[in-house]
């Protein structure tokens, strides 16, 4: 079993999709020649031939267009988004035409469409390269949205996107896309969809968390650990939509206090909905208000702002230790 970081695991998964399927197409801006601005398609056009590997115009409304005839003609589209903010002038097909195919046809035209997704911050980006737009795209009833935070998961999430019936967008942390490795199977593998998995087990608090922040919060956890303060549990939730409302009720029923941590602004965040789910599912274990930890309600700043506008450990630590205290 070979160790792998994150954008190596891509790689090799989506050399192994179009190895064992003709009907997949990989395809979008500078991912056939260059291998993607991040080298995530690095070398398959040269394997796979370039009707099935190939760039496209700097045009996103294209890009998805283009994928959403392909899917309901019978072809398996994995559609490369360059970085999220990038993402704006696609919405309208995403959001008016792949979320409501099905629902539109009664049933009858499914849109089996992959759209692969950069995004997040800490790698000094310029504008626009850094957006967390999850709260969007869960918003909009038939796209289903995933994020890996391990090597494993990136494999086994975007497996299980490309097996599914409905459009799945797949959320890439690009701050973890070279950050660390770990052992990936070589055979298929799914990861299935709508399931979280705890990261980091523990008794005294949940955070709940996705894509960059699973790593903030494994480092917070480990600091406050060390410290002898409290056994921090962290739950990675990997699928957005459906959200997995079973594994956060379990976790956070066990704990009694939750602290929410995303990177996205946190007024109308996704954080937001994570909180209801624990109303819901954990409210008479609650010793405590449950505190949301994110970014500020303003654009993703120039890149010399970037660390004052990042949620960090220092921040959750206060806020894990504010929890406690009630």
Do not use: C
Not at 59 to 65: C, F, T, V
Not at 109 to 128: T, Y
Not at 144 to 157: E, F, H, I, N, Q
């Amino acid at each position: 079993m070979a160790e792998r970081n994150m954008i190596g695991a891509i790689n090799g998964t989506l050399d192994q999709l179009l190895a064992e399927d003709a009907r997949v197409m990989v395809f979008g801006e500078d991912v056939g020649k260059n291998g993607g601005v991040f080298r995530a398609t690095e070398h398959l056009q040269e394997r796979h031939g370039d009707d099935r590997v190939f760039d496209t115009p700097l045009a996103e409304s294209g890009i998805l267009g283009m994928a959403i005839g392909m899917a309901v003609g019978g072809l398996k589209p994995i559609a490369e988004i360059q970085f999220m903010g990038f993402l704006y002038p696609g919405l309208d097909q995403l959001m008016s035409h792949a979320g409501r195919m099905a629902a539109r046809t009664q049933g009858q035209v499914n849109v089996p469409l992959v759209v692969r997704v950069p995004f997040g911050g800490g790698i000094r980006a310029p504008e626009q390269h850094a957006d967390s737009i999850e709260a969007v795209l869960v918003h909009t009833p038939g796209l289903k949205v995933v994020v890996p935070s391990t090597p494993y998961d990136a494999k086994g999430l975007l497996t299980a996107a490309l097996d599914d019936p409905d459009p799945v967008v797949v959320m890439e942390p690009i701050r973890l896309y070279r950050l660390g490795r770990q052992e990936v199977p070589e055979e298929r593998y799914t990861v299935p969809i709508g399931s979280a998995r705890v990261a980091r087990p523990g008794k005294h608090l949940t955070v709940i968390t996705w894509g960059n922040m699973v790593a903030v919060a494994l480092d917070a956890a480990r600091a406050l650990a060390e410290q002898g303060e409290a056994d921090i549990e962290v739950l990675d939730l990997r699928s957005l939509y459906p959200l997995d409302r079973e594994a956060i009720g379990e976790s956070v029923n066990k704990t009694g206090r939750a602290v929410v941590l995303h990177e996205a602004p946190m007024t109308g965040g996704l954080g937001g909905e994570v909180v209801a789910a624990i109303q819901e599912t954990a409210f008479w274990s609650l010793r405590a208000p449950v505190e949301r930890v994110t970014g500020p309600d303003v654009p993703y700043p120039p890149y010399a702002w970037e660390d004052f506008y990042l949620p960090n450990r220092e921040r959750l630590v206060e806020a894990v230790r504010r929890t406690l205290k009630d």
